[in-house]
Nanobody, 120 residues
Framework: QVQLVESGGGLVQAGGSLRLSCAASGSIFSISRMGWYRQAPGKEREFVADIDKRGRTEYGDSVKGRFTVSRDNAKNTVYLQLNSLEIENTAVYYC??????????????WGQGTQVTVSS
């Protein structure tokens, strides 16, 4: 049974930084892409960033230059470094594992989410 567990969220002042982590556990053969989405109150979930097994990254336009995604393949863990945080970045951040292969097949998985709150 695959689980994605996020950590690192919290309350931070505008301009500050946070580092989110997401560890995938279970009988995992491989994970094609790992990344992050977020959902602010009253808004739809939006793409933040992701990374493939080779370290190639993609970012949402609103976070380019401020957020950095990285990955430890040996630990099946993805990280998101959030710098220069803005109040508008307040949201629940969700970890995503795309095309995760297990003995039962391939699928996409989500974490439970971690709250990031940016105050003025």
């Amino acid at each position: 049974q695959v689980q994605l567990v996020e950590s690192g969220g919290g309350l931070v002042q505008a301009g500050g930084s946070l580092r989110l982590s997401c560890a995938a556990s279970g009988s995992i053969f491989s994970i094609s892409r790992m990344g992050w989405y977020r959902q602010a109150p009253g808004k739809e979930r939006e793409f933040v960033a992701d990374i493939d097994k080779r370290g190639r990254t993609e970012y949402g336009d609103s976070v380019k230059g401020r957020f950095t995604v990285s990955r430890d393949n040996a630990k099946n863990t993805v990280y998101l470094q959030l710098n220069s945080l803005e109040i508008e970045n307040t949201a629940v951040y969700y970890c995503n594992a795309m095309r995760l292969a297990t003995p039962d097949g391939v699928g996409n998985y989500w974490g439970q989410g971690t709250q990031v709150t940016v105050s003025s």
